[in-house]
């Protein structure tokens, strides 16, 4: 099983920069300087762009640690769901952090956070109709024009479907990688929390997603709130080890996608940089029983 | 009857109107709901807009915050972020004009120094997270002919900011984030103004306190005031040595001679 990746607008480089077929851990500032001392053995790192767009120690600490390691940027700003368009302030200083880190991949999301010209600090729920697919398209193409590279879109975790939605947001994803030659980011534990506060069948997700446009996996903890005794929902906070539920639901992936660069992503009560190696090393193996499994069929 | 298909346009502001005022009438009729309404799965996207905002603007604001307690803050902080929401996803620099807030909030009011508390935070915020940039080399001045200098007009480190308060807000400052209850309890905050200094130097972000005369001074400097124009403000004999100790210490990363084109 291969996966064609979208030459045209990959970055040429290979080698350091590139992300391999691994697990990686997400950098918080928190953990500069043990990577720097330390040298943990994280096989790649992912940023927030947002937090790399100033002044201050941020950038000197990211410039040092790429040197050494690959890394990844994503982003929660651009919101390519914004009907009145991207903020051309906001992409020009994306543009700038891809220039001086020349990450491995670049991502974002399938969401919107920007309306009325304010930023709402949130990753809001779209609409699944021809309008809004109209509209992430557009803004996807035009990011990829600017950054001259292929954009990993992410499936969102959301707690509301709009009544007017006629495209499954499944469907709607790979559309939008179908249409704009975009890779995908599937965030499994997105899937699942998605999948329980809708009542979707989270295979059905994967099913729907074109395996060769699949860039990067995320893997991250969800909390379930109890509204009352009888209901709960949700929430995709990243606050926690990866849910067992999740876990199964990535072998299922992998089996689906093939090995592919996956990210432990940890963002509220963050642990140790131990603790986040523990869930790598949890999908390495996950990953390598794929590959085994994969090579046993072909042999069979 | 089935409220008709808002526009996308129409239903991010529609959202936008939910989670900055708390009004859901515009999107309520559009939601599924079931057995979690709308109104309870919009508050899961408020509870975080307004979570994110607030920790924003805490830890901007690190001694406003100990100065009042987080219950006073938040409160404070909810109703900040209703009237000016942030225009940039860049939230580093998200509430520039929260000094300006605490000014006019009346439960405020009993501490008079807190607005410039805030003022000064924001000086050391925006000190800490602006871009960096090379000195100026002197020797570029020193070639200039004696009938250009007059017209020198410079650029500051974007670091640079000049805080004006009416109280001791960096020794208030100092105070509360070294935790220093008796040297807090020490200050009398009414004990006349100070004229700060702020700027980050490789050591860390550095406030440091300059007479009346060196602040408008400075000031002038580095709102690009022609250098003879400068020292007509100051009008004070040591403004030479001023400029040479502010050169020496790299304040300036540029200058030019004429007015900036707009």
Known sequence: MTRQLTSALLPARGGRGSIPAKAGVGLRFRHHREVLEARPAATWFEVHVENYMGGGSAPGFLDAIRRDYPISLHGTGLSLGSAEGLDAAHLARVREVVERFEPGLVSEHLSFSVAGGTYLADLLPLPMTEEALGVVCRNVAQVQDRLKRRLLVENPSTYVQFRHSTIPEWEFLALVAKRTGCGILCDVNNIYVSACNHGWRASAYLEALPPAAIGEIHLAGHSVRHIDAARTIRIDDHGSRVAPEVWALYAEALARFGPVPTLIEWDTDVPTMAVLLEEAAHADALIQKARDDSARAIAA | ?262
């Open chain 2, 1 to 262: 009857m089935i409220a008709p298909a808002p526009s996308l346009l129409e239903l991010q502001r529609a959202l936008r109107a939910s989670l900055v005022v708390h009004d859901d009438t515009g999107v309520a009729a559009h939601v599924v709901d079931g057995a979690i309404g709308a109104a309870e799965r919009l508050d899961v996207y408020r509870n975080t807009f307004a979570g994110v905002l607030t920790t924003a603007l805490r830890l901007s604001y690190p001694a406003v915050h100990r100065l009042v307690g987080a219950k006073f803050f938040e409160g404070a902080a909810r109703i900040f972020i209703e009237t000016s929401p942030p225009e940039s996803a860049c939230l580093d620099d998200y509430g520039e004009t929260f000094a300006d807030f605490l000014s006019g909030f009346e439960p405020a009011a009993s501490l008079a120094y807190l607005p410039d508390v805030a003022r000064l935070e924001w000086a050391v915020n925006h000190a800490l997270h602006a871009l960096d940039a090379e000195p100026l080399d002197v020797r570029r001045l020193a070639a200039l002919a004696d009938a250009d200098r007059a017209s020198v007009r410079f650029t500051p480190h974007p670091s640079v900011g000049l805080v004006r308060a009416r109280h001791p807000a960096d020794l208030i400052w100092r105070a509360v984030l070294d935790e220093d209850d008796s040297a807090l309890s020490a200050i009398d905050p009414n004990v006349g103004p100070a004229w700060l200094l702020v700027r980050r130097l490789p050591t860390g972000v550095e406030v440091r306190r300059i007479n009346e005369r060196a602040w408008l001074f400075t000031s002038a400097l580095c709102a690009g005031m022609p250098l003879a124009a400068a020292f007509d403000v100051a009008r004070d004999f040591e403004t030479s040595a001023l400029l040479a100790d502010h050169l020496a210490a790299g304040l300036f990363v540029d200058f030019r001679l004429k007015e900036a084109s707009t």
